[in-house]
């Protein structure tokens, strides 16, 4: 790879360091996920293709330009969903970092699409994804795994140009979650509020289906 300034060897190297995060909270199981940056002096650098998150140092990042074509000298190969990342880059000029994970809530509030989207619940920690008001309302896009990941990124820019999104992040059905944030800190906030989100709904809906087990039955002796 190309020699990087100072400032984005230090967002590079901020970017690894949530990568291991993500990977100790399970979030990136295997070589699942993938991140990357964009530094206000480009290139944008992304993780390598088909590795583990625990064990990256900034020598396996990969500079791509903003629409995901490897630039520089060499480097390994830029990870297989990269033209997500370059849907985001084209489509959102603040965005400086994107971060895709795979986790198991992620996966299961995926199921509950309806009309490609899940109504997100009221709670406070909407403020950090930008949702503010009393009652704040959002809702999170869910769009189909489509196996040819170009594909998805396509519909991701379609919809920003349809209106975008209420939240810095959507859904792919049983598959994860991807985020974008104005620096690698902020896309970092992102992964952990909205993974907080996806916890309470899962919560809740077992909370409420375990109600429903242990209804006590009526005079009648009925369920
Ligand atoms: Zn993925």
């Known amino acids: 790879m190309t020699p990087l300034s100072a400032e984005a060897r230090k967002w590079g190297e901020e970017m690894v360091s949530h990568a291991a995060f993500f990977h100790g909270?399970?979030?990136v199981a295997?070589?699942?996920?993938?991140?990357?940056?964009?530094?206000?002096?480009?290139?944008v650098l992304i993780t390598p293709s088909g590795r583990h998150?625990?064990?990256?140092?900034?020598?396996d990042l990969v500079a791509v330009s903003s629409e995901g074509s490897p630039v520089g000298e060499k480097g390994g190969r830029p990870s297989a969903e990269t033209s997500l990342h370059a849907a985001i880059y084209g489509s959102v000029p603040k965005a400086g970092a994107v971060y895709h994970v795979h986790t198991v809530e992620s996966n299961l509030v995926s199921l509950w699409a309806q009309d490609g989207g899940v109504g997100l619940p009221p709670l406070e920690m909407?403020?950090?994804?930008?949702?503010?008001?009393e009652n704040p309302s959002a809702r999170m896009e869910v769009f189909p795994n489509?196996?040819?990941?170009p594909k998805i990124a396509d519909e991701v820019v379609k919809r920003f140009g349809?209106?975008?999104?209420?939240?810095?992040?959507?859904?792919?059905?049983l598959h994860g979650l991807t985020v974008w944030g104005e620096d690698p800190a902020q896309a970092l906030h992102h992964v952990e509020l909205m993974d907080f989100?996806?916890?309470?709904?899962?919560?809740?809906?077992?909370?409420?289906?375990?109600?429903?087990?242990?209804?006590?039955?009526?005079?009648?002796?009925?369920?």
């Open 25 to 27: 909270r399970g979030w």
């Open 30 to 43: 295997g070589t699942a996920g993938n991140l990357s940056v964009r530094p206000p002096e480009g290139p």
């Open 53 to 59: 998150k625990g064990t990256l140092s900034i020598g």
């Open 126 to 133: 909407l403020k950090g994804l930008g949702v503010v008001g």
């Open 146 to 149: 489509w196996p040819e990941v």
């Open 162 to 173: 349809e209106g975008g999104f209420d939240v810095p992040g959507f859904l792919i059905r």
């Open 197 to 223: 989100v996806f916890r309470y709904l899962v919560l809740e809906r077992q909370t409420r289906e375990r109600g429903k087990v242990f209804q006590v039955p009526g005079p009648s002796g009925g369920p």
